[in-house]
């Protein structure tokens, strides 16, 4: 596609329950990147993938998060037991990230607008 | 951890004025990056800065990276309404997160 997609572009769960919100990254980019704005807040980021290496985790509030990538391109991040503070917009974004070369410039996807009740 | 502190928090401005603002570290970025968010998206990105002290420029909105590599600027020429939203900068080392500000809130009163 065009550019980076997600969904659902809204989700509202109750508390205790998982939630799987879906990124698309743009055809090509060979990293992707989950990041969760709070409202009124800058990004934070969660995790970051990049071809076949191990994820970077380091940005994951609790075991409760979890993210995976198939086939190098779809990414799900899954939120277990989900608590009233998870609710914020998970943003994804992909990159054109070759090994060697000036880190690529992310493009981010809509969002999903997360909302714990 | 890293942090960008990022001014002004909110901007009030008549349309054809120009806008300034700045993001400071506390320590040293390999690239810096603007992003524009309108409400209900995820962020644009503007403009995306390599070198320190490089200045670039995207029609109306000027950026610069700072020579000590821990500051940037963004200005924008004769704003117009559109220019109406929240904009982020965002720095990056040598691993690949970005690490961003709080953001600018741009009003453009026509």
């Known amino acids: 596609g065009a550019g980076v997609s997600q969904s659902p572009s809204n989700k509202v769960t109750e508390k205790g329950k998982d939630v799987e919100l879906r990124c698309d990254p743009i055809?090509?980019?060979?990293?992707l990147y989950w990041y969760r704005q709070s409202l009124g807040q800058g990004l934070e980021f969660l995790i970051y993938f990049q071809g076949n290496s191990a994820p970077d985790k380091s940005g994951l509030p609790s075991d409760r998060f979890s993210a995976e990538r198939t086939g190098g391109s779809v990414s799900t991040l899954t939120i277990q037991r989900t608590q009233q503070e998870d609710s914020a917009v998970y943003l994804c974004?992909?990159?054109?990230?070759?090994?060697?070369?000036?880190?690529?410039?992310?493009?981010f996807g809509p969002g999903t607008r997360l909302t714990v009740t | 951890g890293q942090q960008l502190n990022q001014s002004p928090q909110s901007m009030f401005i008549q349309e054809g004025e120009d806008v300034s603002m700045n993001c400071t570290s506390s320590s040293i970025f390999n690239t810096w990056l603007w992003y524009k968010q309108d409400p209900g998206e995820g962020p644009v990105l503007l403009i995306a800065l390599y070198k320190a002290g490089e200045l670039t420029s995207n029609g109306r909105l000027t950026a610069q990276f700072g020579i000590t590599r821990k500051d940037s600027f963004l200005n924008i020429s004769a704003s117009i309404p559109s220019d109406v939203g929240i904009y982020f900068c965002?720095?990056?080392?040598?691993?690949?997160?970005?690490?961003f500000g709080e953001g600018t809130q741009l009003t453009v009163n026509p």
């Open positions: 965002a720095g990056q080392t040598s691993g690949s997160r970005l690490t």
């Open positions: 055809s090509g980019h060979t990293a």
């Open positions: 974004a992909s990159s054109r990230r070759l090994a060697g070369a000036l880190p690529y410039e992310q493009y």
